[in-house]
C-alpha cells in the first residue's frame, strides 16, 4: 500500500472534514491563464454539491464566464503530521437566478450558524435584496483528492 492510499480520507471522513470547514478556496482561471484563488464561504447540497455566491461583476464570476474549470481546496493542520485536506476539481456551473442565489445564500448562511431558529423562509426574504446582485456558482466534483497525515502516526 502507498502512502498515497494510507492518508486518503473516505467518502465519510471527507464529509466530515467539509462540514467542519467554514472557508473554501476557490481557484478560478484567470484570462492571463494564471490561477485565481479566493476565499469563500460555502454550502453542501443533499447531493455533494459545493454552492457559494458572490458578487456578479466580481472577477471570478468573469473567469468562471470565460472558463469553467475549477478546483475547490480545504484545509487545516498546524504541523506536517495534523495536515488534512480535500480537494474538489471540476466545472462551475453559473446560478444567475434570483430566487436560486437566495436559496444558495440561505444554505450558506445556515452553516454559518449565525441564524440562530429564523425559518428559510425569513432568511431567504432577508437576503433577497443581495441575492439580486449576486450570482450562484455550483460545484460537482468530476475529481476528488484528499489527505490526512494523522493517519501516518508518526510514520513521516
Not at 478560478?28 to 461583476?57: L, Q
Amino acid at each position: 500500500m502507498s502512502r498515497r492510499d494510507l492518508i486518503r480520507m473516505t467518502d465519510e471522513e471527507r464529509g466530515a472534514f467539509l462540514e467542519a470547514t467554514r472557508t473554501l478556496i476557490l481557484c478560478s482561471v484567470g484570462a492571463d491563464g494564471v490561477p485565481h484563488p479566493m476565499p469563500m464561504w460555502f454550502g453542501i447540497e443533499d447531493d455533494g454539491a459545493i454552492v457559494m455566491s458572490t458578487f456578479t461583476k466580481s472577477q471570478k464570476i468573469k473567469n468562471l464566464g470565460r472558463d469553467p474549470r475549477v478546483s475547490v481546496l480545504g484545509e487545516a493542520g498546524e504541523s506536517y503530521d495534523q495536515l488534512q485536506g480535500v480537494v474538489l476539481y471540476g466545472t462551475a456551473e453559473l446560478v444567475p437566478d434570483a430566487e436560486a442565489v437566495a436559496d444558495i445564500l440561505v444554505r450558506v448562511t445556515r452553516r454559518s450558524g449565525a441564524v440562530g431558529d429564523a425559518d428559510d423562509e425569513t432568511l431567504k426574504q432577508g437576503v433577497m435584496g443581495t441575492a439580486v446582485k449576486r450570482t450562484g456558482i455550483r460545484v460537482r466534483p468530476d475529481r476528488i483528492v484528499s489527505w490526512d497525515h494523522r493517519k501516518l502516526a508518526g510514520k513521516y
